[in-house]
């Protein structure tokens, strides 16, 4: 009986352990497909109705801002000039974050693991290897924030899936993009 007692508690720790783990290596195999540049890959780590959505509410939001912060919100102009630049928004978020979106960005190297050796790069074309944060911010979500300096910009926001599955549901837009 108590050989019966350890054998469970193990495994009971190793399907806790695996399950903390998981969008760690859901991470750790995203990252792989940007390097192999393998869209396939990557799109069945993304949730592509999810975050279309969330990119669409963040670009929406911050266009409304700066429409009323440049026209005014008392300009009737400025209600029809949001709404045409809304549906056109849509249409090109929906063409960007979509299967053949990924594979558009990926095939033509819009979205490169490398560093581009520019003037301010180093010089023997060693790579900048990427500054993030990546933690649980509740039971069934995972967020990773790029850090720029001091200050943390942007995040992915990964959802739990089943047990042990996750992707990529949202995108928090910069400060700085979300403010223009």
Do not use: C
Request: hydrophobic share 50%; aromatic share 4%.
């Amino acid at each position: 009986m108590k050989k019966i007692t350890i054998a469970a508690a193990v495994a009971a720790i190793a399907i806790a352990a695996t399950a903390y783990a998981s969008p760690y290596y859901t991470l750790h195999q995203i990252k792989t497909a940007l390097a192999e540049r393998n869209a396939d890959a990557l799109a069945a780590h993304v949730d592509f109705s999810a975050l279309r959505a969330s990119v669409k509410t963040q670009l929406e939001a911050s266009m409304a801002r700066s429409i009323e912060a440049t026209a005014g919100s008392g300009n009737p102009l400025a209600a029809l000039g949001q709404s045409i630049a809304s549906a056109m928004l849509g249409k090109m978020v929906d063409t960007m974050v979509s299967p053949a979106g990924v594979v558009a960005l990926v095939n033509k190297s819009a979205v490169s693991p490398q560093a581009s050796n520019t003037a301010d790069g180093p010089a023997d074309g060693a790579r900048k290897k990427a500054d993030y944060s990546a933690g649980y911010a509740g039971l069934n979500t995972f967020i990773v924030r790029a850090k720029d300096g001091n200050a943390q910009e942007g995040a992915l926001v990964l959802l739990r899936h089943g047990v042990w599955g996750w992707k990529l549901s949202s995108i928090e837009i910069a400060s700085a993009m979300a403010a223009r």
